[in-house]
């Protein structure tokens, strides 16, 4: 816009009212989901097991044996806090925004707002990844520490909340209200995110988008680090990384930097779009996506899975299959909507709707109405099947023996001297499973609730258009399923 004001189309106080079970729902994420992430730190570990043993036993458990089986300070809750560690994980939050600045990118226009006018983004994943891989050892002993506990998350959702009050109709820098995000409920607004993309103006870093930025930046790269973290820690433990850490640990690294490198699309995806920036996504960006992606590979740094040629070529399959689903299905949406002249496009078939946009009713898009999140949904089984049938008990200065289903390693102390450690399923086996399987059943719920949320946003932009098109691409996720 060259100095006019842009016209509000939409007024801020046109609200689409609560998601998420609204103000109690909002309330019991906010405090549920850490509560998980500390849970699993603690009761799924190397000091006792995964889960730890007297889990096990219910009958004889007591509050003494849990705290000295899960690790607990000994200082307390105030040993979940470390001042060093909260800097370097800012000092990791630093660099990842120094490279978002300095590094050369292209400047792409978002999908119009409500007022018509449309936000300026710079892209350069495809030469912060290479800036990346070559300051990987400075970023590893950064990010590998009990980053979890940092309270960076609900200093930026307050940060974002407050400041969005200050946003007005017609305002010249185009900033905008999500429309879900100015209920009037305070819990319900923090938690959902007031302002749709609140921006920063920082000296010698210029405009930083805070959405964008923390999309794609601390929290996915950060998920990769921990995975390379938790192999270091196999390697170190064992002298050896196996073919399911590679496996767990290539596949997750691919899905990050095809996000990176084709990061362009995030423009138009639920999150960019409709969702304001506020808790949900500051606590899902920061901590929820790489700590809790990253179970897995923490699980095989102290239990190693060896899967053989067998192994490998069945989850190889399964991952190939999806990403291949995943990426196809994207890239015919985001050709489509870049330039619909485009001969790899041009063939299919579309629903012209009233609001002016096209709907696409054939290819990948036609097969159902959200083929990438079933081919996300796939790759979500490549990252958990290595794993195997888990669950690992720790049994520290027992006599040194070899058998089926026992690993032994040097990482145990007493008195100050090494000793040996062995690592058995025994029991625990099957009930490891809570956690590393997890990933799978959170995110069959994750995108089934997207999903729905999609319908009651496709249905307020097109209205009755949107129910011709559903009679016209039936099936959301799982053709003849769901």
């Known amino acids: 816009m060259s100095g006019s004001q842009p016209r509000q189309r939409a007024p801020p106080g046109k609200a689409h009212g609560y998601e998420f079970g609204g103000p109690f729902g909002a309330f019991a994420i906010s405090l ?50 470390s001042f060093r560690v909260t ?66 998350r609900y200093c930026l959702a307050w940060f974002v909340y407050i400041r969005s009050f200050s946003v007005k109709s017609g305002n010249k820098h185009k900033r905008e209200l999500a429309a879900g995000g100015h209920s009037g409920n305070l819990v319900y607004d923090w938690f959902i995110g007031r302002e749709l993309n609140p921006r920063v103006s920082l000296p010698i870093f210029g405009d930083i988008d805070i959405k964008i930025f ?67 996504l500051a606590f899902g960006d920061l901590v929820w996506l790489p700590f809790v992606y990253s179970w897995q590979a923490r699980y095989l740094a102290v239990y190693p899975v060896h899967l053989g040629y067998g192994g490998i070529i069945g989850v190889l399959a399964v991952q190939s299959f999806g990403y291949y689903i995943f990426r196809a299905s994207n890239n015919e949406k985001y050709r489509f909507r870049t330039d619909p002249k485009d001969p790899k496009v041009a063939h299919l078939q579309f629903m012209q709707t009233k609001s002016g946009s096209k709907l696409l009713t054939s290819g990948w898009w036609g097969f159902c109405r959200h083929p990438n999140y079933l081919g996300d949904w796939i790759m979500a089984w490549s990252y958990c099947l290595p794993t195997g049938i888990a669950g690992y008990l720790v049994k520290h200065g027992s006599p040194v023996f070899m058998s089926s289903g026992t690993l032994v ?42 999903e729905m949320r999609d319908e009651e946003a496709c249905f307020r932009k097109y209205g009755e258009d949107w129910n011709e098109y559903r009679k016209r691409v039936r099936w959301r996720i799982l053709p003849g399923v769901y």
Not at 34 to 41: A, D, S
Not at 87 to 106: I, T
Not at 228 to 253: E, W
């Open 32 to 81: 549920g989901l850490p509560l998980v992430c500390y849970l699993v730190t603690f009761l799924c570990n190397d000091v006792a097991g995964c889960p730890v043993p007297s889990s096990l036993q219910p009958k004889s458990l007591t509050f003494a044996k849990l705290k000295e089986e899960s690790g607990w300070p000994e200082n307390g809750i105030l040993g979940l806090m």
């Open 87 to 152: 800097s370097l994980v800012l000092a990791y939050y630093l660099f990842s925004l120094v490279l978002q600045a300095a590094l050369p990118g292209v400047v792409t226009q978002g999908l119009p707002l409500r007022s018509g006018a449309r936000l300026e983004y710079k892209f350069n994943g495809t030469s912060f990844i290479p800036t990346l891989v070559r300051n990987l050892a400075d970023l590893l002993s950064l990010y590998f520490r009990r980053g979890d506990s940092h309270p960076c």
């Open 214 to 280: 923390m999309e794609l930046r601390p929290g996915m790269l950060g998920w990769i680090l921990l995975d390379l973290a938790f192999m270091s820690r196999q390697y170190k433990s064992y002298g050896y990384v196996t073919d399911s850490m590679y496996l767990i640990t290539g596949f997750q690294t691919l899905y990050v930097l095809d996000a990176i490198w084709m990061e362009e699309a995030i423009l138009s995806t639920m999150d960019i779009t409709t969702d304001g920036f506020g808790f949900m």
């Open 409 to 450: 390693d040097n990482e145990g102390f007493i008195s100050g001297s090494p000793v040996k450690r062995q690592v058995v399923q025994a029991e625990a086996r099957g009930w490891g499973m809570v956690v590393t399987y997890f990933y799978l059943a959170y995110f069959a719920v994750l995108l089934i609730h997207r």
